[in-house]
């Protein structure tokens, strides 16, 4: 079965959402980060991807705090997320209880310093995280917005051992987001490809699961109720 893999960020204390590729435009929820994790644990979920919002904008890991009462109060494995740049912010993950991390940014400084990473951790505690517009992979490079091919990462990055992919693309339906996915996962079977795309319902996450996809990222879906906690319960229930 496909990794349910619901998604938390954090900013303020509370569960956000972060709206697309911008840190700074941010739905807020009146959910203590906590008490979404255990009602998550509670319907069955596994995993999740909790990302420090904060530390995504300064560059640096700055909240563990969520990070530290989940991994502490509940069993759930946790890939965290925001502001990794160096081996010293892995090291505090690793911490305050990450199982993986999600090395986003590594494309806009220095890519040997991820082959490094992937020495001293092993490539299972380390995530590929990838931003995704119209088909182009999106990073920073000198304060500016860059782009390259998707292929050309992945085919990098598979080069250097990575095990797990996470792909958001931005502002695409789970159908056309599936075309890009099918041909990376025929090409780079090695790698276990995690979809983030504009999931709305549990029948996105059995498409994405009849594509091949190893694991689905979704926050909006449960945040709104468009899958509700009963129905993601059920769901994972009959699918064990």
């Known amino acids: 079965m496909i ?9 303020y204390k509370k569960v956000v959402r972060i709206n697309g590729y911008n840190p700074n435009d941010l739905v807020l929820y009146n959910h203590d980060p906590l008490d979404w994790a255990m009602k998550l644990e509670d319907a069955g979920i596994q995993r999740i991807v909790l990302t420090d919002v904060e530390g995504l904008e300064l560059r640096k890991v700055v909240d563990t705090d969520a990070l530290e009462k989940i991994s502490g109060f ?5 890939d965290f997320g925001g502001g990794i740049q160096k081996e010293a912010d892995l090291r505090l993950a690793f911490e305050h209880g990450a199982d993986r991390i999600l090395a986003a940014s590594v494309m806009e400084f220095n890519q040997e310093i991820f082959s490094s990473w992937m020495v001293t951790f092993t490539p299972a505690k380390i995530v590929l995280s990838l931003d995704i517009i119209e088909g182009k992979v999106l990073y920073r490079q000198h304060g500016q917005i860059a782009e390259t091919e998707l ?17 958001a693309m ?14 990376l996962i025929e090409q780079y079977p090695e790698i276990n490809f995690i979809a983030a795309t504009g999931i709305k319902s549990l029948d996105d996450i059995k498409k994405l699961q009849d594509a091949g996809l190893k694991g689905a990222v979704f926050a909006k879906a449960l945040l709104e109720e468009q899958i509700t906690l009963n129905a993601l319960e059920h769901f994972i229930s009959e699918n064990r």
């Open 3 to 11: 990794e349910l893999i619901p998604a938390i960020s954090v900013k």
């Open 151 to 167: 292929e050309q990462v992945v085919d990098y990055f598979s080069e250097q051992g990575v095990k797990t992919i996470k792909c």
């Open 74 to 78: 509940t069993s759930l494995k946790v």
């Open 170 to 183: 931005h502002g695409w339906s789970v159908d056309k987001a599936i075309t890009r996915y099918e041909p």
